[in-house]
């Protein structure tokens, strides 16, 4: 019973030490928070339906500030006509 105690506690720190790693490394990142050139990684939208898990989307802190600020002006756009799409050809 000992040795298989023995063995299930070297096998989890086995498994768990890739894992630490990671964080540690990610952890020690030098990159202040408000950098607009830092990186940041956000879960994409799955598919409707889909079982299959969404994949990730990186950008700069700068590109999804633009993308949050250019969702908002297509909002506050629609908003502005009346819940009018902005249809080509004038349709509506």
Do not use: Y
Not at 38 to 64: D, F, L, M, N, Y
């Amino acid at each position: 019973m000992k040795k298989s105690f023995i063995a299930a506690v070297v096998g989890t720190a086995v498994c768990l030490a890739p894992m630490l790693a990671w964080a540690a490394s990610s952890a020690t990142t030098n990159t202040p928070v408000n950098d607009p050139n830092r990186v940041v990684c956000k879960e994409g939208a799955a598919p409707i339906g889909s079982r299959i898990p969404a994949a990730r989307v990186c950008h700069t802190q700068h590109e999804w500030d633009q993308i949050t600020q250019d969702a908002q002006h297509a909002v506050d756009d629609f908003d502005r006509r009346g819940g009018q799409a902005n249809m080509p050809g004038g349709g509506g």
